[in-house]
Nanobody
């Protein structure tokens, strides 16, 4: 099983904030470079939310631009997702992974649940 441990989820009111963390193994960080956050809402397919390269270049899905910020600490092999102005439609299980690793093996951590509700 891939060594990816997500944390930081919870229940938050609309407009609130959460910061997710993903602790990865040294090998994943070193070999696969780009890391990403994904999410899967009930009855929906898993979608890519944000990605960050080893050099810090970021991409975001349109629905979270301006609200979410992805970052990484290469010394700690950790990826973060700062989520602000949360909306009910952000409710999902959030996962991190390395896109290049997923091309080889479709394996995921346990994810962290984010629920946005009043």
């Amino acid at each position: 099983q891939v060594q990816l441990v997500e944390s930081g989820g919870g229940l938050v009111q609309p407009g609130g904030s959460l910061r997710l963390s993903c602790a990865a193994s040294k090998s994943i960080f070193s070999i696969y470079g780009t890391m990403a956050w994904y999410r899967q809402a009930p009855k929906n397919q898993r979608e890519l939310v944000a990605s960050i390269s080893s050099a810090g270049t970021t991409t975001y899905v349109d629905s979270v631009k301006g609200r979410f910020t992805i970052s990484r600490d290469n010394a700690k092999y950790t990826v973060y997702l700062q989520m602000n102005s949360l909306k009910p439609e952000d409710t999902a299980v959030y996962y991190c992974n390395a896109p290049r690793l997923l091309q080889r093996i479709n394996d995921w951590g346990q994810g962290t649940q984010v629920t946005v509700s009043s």
